[in-house]
T-cell receptor
Framework: EAQVTQNPRYLITVTGKKLTVTCSQNMNHEYMSWYRQDPGLGLRQIYYSMNVEVTDKGDVPEGYKVSRKEKRNFPLILESPSPNQTSLYFC?????????????FGPGTRLTVT | DAKTTQPNSMESNEEEPVHLPCNHSTISGTDYIHWYRQLPSQGPEYVIHGLTSNVNNRMASLAIAEDRKSSTLILHRATLRDAAVYYCILRDEYTGTASKLTFGTGTRLQVTL
């Protein structure tokens, strides 16, 4: 089954404790992204990657890192989480179809930083 | 990417058609119109996209006004499983980043028996 998977789905952590949220897609998509979703603010892009070893900042990259060593994986790293990073996080991968890009989203990771 | 305007919420009865409107008066000639939906406790899901002509797929139809300043997502027979937030998004073919979609607040669709 074609899908985007994220782990963990739920995470509660404390301020300053490094964490990684994994993202994997099995559709051989070149493009991958991370978004965060907060009430009243919609989804905002954190980072994106156009291919292996190619990453760039989205709209809200502060406090986050990413890497793209393999095509299928795009982990999100919080080196020193803070309470304002409490949010719902979505990973997505994209494919070009019929002249434009369709995005496929993972199930989400709900992160709480205390 | 140009801005879209959608109603905050809509209601529909099950098994009736639903027309979800979207205004995008500042759309440019290279903007594609995308629709995504987000079911409760799930990630957004691609529904449909189009440029100028009306589009149909297994999930829905997209009707695009002749001047492209508005569009309508049509669910032909709403079911309880269609209750979700529906997002209308414009994405420029040439300047938009392949990975980026700018989500607004969308329309929350409620479907009742």
């Amino acid at each position: 089954e074609a899908q985007v998977t994220q782990n963990p789905r739920y995470l509660i952590t404390v301020t300053g404790k490094k964490l990684t949220v994994t993202c994997s897609q099995n559709m051989n998509h070149e493009y991958m992204s991370w978004y965060r979703q907060d009430p009243g603010l919609g989804l905002r892009q954190i980072y994106y990657s156009m291919n292996v070893e190619v990453t760039d900042k989205g709209d809200v990259p502060e406090g986050y890192k990413v890497s793209r060593k393999e095509k299928r994986n795009f982990p999100l790293i919080l080196e020193s989480p803070s309470p304002n990073q409490t949010s719902l996080y979505f990973c997505a991968s994209s494919i070009r179809r019929q002249g434009n890009y369709e995005q496929y989203f993972g199930p989400g990771t709900r992160l709480t930083v205390t | 990417d140009a801005k879209t305007t959608q109603p905050n919420s809509m209601e529909s009865n099950e098994e009736e058609p639903v027309h979800l409107p979207c205004n995008h008066s500042t759309i440019s000639g290279t903007d594609y119109i995308h629709w995504y939906r987000q079911l409760p406790s799930q990630g957004p899901e691609y529904v449909i996209h189009g440029l100028t002509s009306n589009v149909n797929n297994r999930m829905a139809s997209l009707a695009i006004a002749e001047d492209r300043k508005s569009s309508t997502l049509i669910l032909h027979r709403a079911t309880l499983r269609d209750a979700a937030v529906y997002y209308c998004i414009l994405r420029d073919e040439y300047t938009g980043t392949a990975s980026k979609l700018t989500f607004g607040t969308g329309t929350r669709l409620q479907v009742t028996l």
